[in-house]
């Protein structure tokens, strides 16, 4: 496959395949993809550590064909012992990019572990492996959706990038303002790391509408209402999410995002036809 140059640098999420079939099919979205020449792909860690050795397996496995690879790793319902065997076996397969997250309690949990935030964790990783690491943590744009407060989670933030982080990535969003208004108070408030936004193409309106219901991330209602319009006209609804999503990603190139990071749900071709477009000369 040619070589695909964006504007700016990209990356990848995936969640670990649960079957055979499922990591086959993988290695040929991350051989796809590759075109890009992205920065890394990274893969998601389940509730309470749920997925570790899927997660850890896949990270592998993109990593010995030849990519950046960045693991999740979340510390909800951790301790500290157990953090460090998951990075001294992340740091014995040549893994050094990590997703710090608070994470989620697995269904029925009740302890949450020895680490009650992201900002913990990134302060135990630097304390006990030095800059061994490069870590991203997670922002929110729209505020998360278990904070009430707007200004609490910004400071919670703030928080997490003082505690040692070198990056951030948003949770994804439509509405472009909302990023550009979050990085300017994040500066103000002295964050200076590069804070990435997270861009989910619209594989399944439906599914995606769930998920933004769920985070408390607004659809701008002329969008839903087209797509609510097209009814099954699945090729309609692709050409349109594709429109929609570009122009967002074009929006924040021009407003100085450092890099875009896609959330492929295992599926190459959206974010791969969406990067295609971006590397069109104007």
Same mark, same amino acid.
């Given at each position: 496959?040619?070589? $695909? ?56 496995? $993109? ?23 998951i990075l001294a076996t992340y740091r014995e397969r040549g893994i050094r990019r990590l997703v710090a997250l608070r994470g989620d309690l697995p269904s029925g949990t009740a302890t949450a572990g020895e680490f009650r ?17 490069? $870590? ?147």
């Amino acid at each position: 496959m040619n070589e $695909i140059r964006t504007p700016i640098p990209v990356s990848f999420e995936f969640f670990p395949p649960n079957t055979p079939v499922g990591s086959e099919k993988l290695r040929g979205v991350v051989a796809e993809l590759a075109a890009t020449k992205p920065e890394f792909f990274s893969v998601t860690y389940g509730a309470g550590g749920s997925t570790r050795e899927k997660t850890l397996s896949t990270v592998s496995e $993109i990593a010995a064909m030849g990519h950046e690879a960045a693991a999740h790793l979340s510390c909800i319902g951790a301790t500290r012992e157990s953090i460090r065997e998951i990075l001294a076996t992340y740091r014995e397969r040549g893994i050094r990019r990590l997703v710090a997250l608070r994470g989620d309690l697995p269904s029925g949990t009740a302890t949450a572990g020895e680490f009650r935030y992201a900002a913990d964790l990134v302060r135990f990783i630097r304390e006990t492996e030095a800059n061994h690491w490069h $870590i991203e943590v997670a922002a929110y744009p729209e505020v998360h959706p278990q904070q009430r407060y707007a200004k609490r989670d910004l400071q919670h933030f703030a928080d997490k990038v003082g505690a040692g982080a070198d990056a951030a990535i948003t949770q994804f969003f439509f509405n472009a303002d909302a990023y550009f208004h979050f990085v300017a108070e994040a500066r103000a408030l002295g964050v200076t790391v590069p804070i990435v936004p997270g861009i989910m193409p619209f594989h399944n309106y439906a599914r995606i509408a769930q998920f933004a219901q769920r985070d408390g991330i607004e659809i701008p209602r002329w969008v839903a209402m087209k797509m609510e319009g097209f009814m099954d006209d699945a090729a309609s609804i692709r050409a349109f999410g594709l429109d929609v999503v570009t122009q967002l990603c074009e929006r924040l190139i021009a407003g100085g995002a450092p890099s875009i990071h896609f959330y492929t749900l295992n599926q190459s071709a959206l974010a791969l036809d969406i990067c295609k477009r971006l590397a069109r000369p104007v």
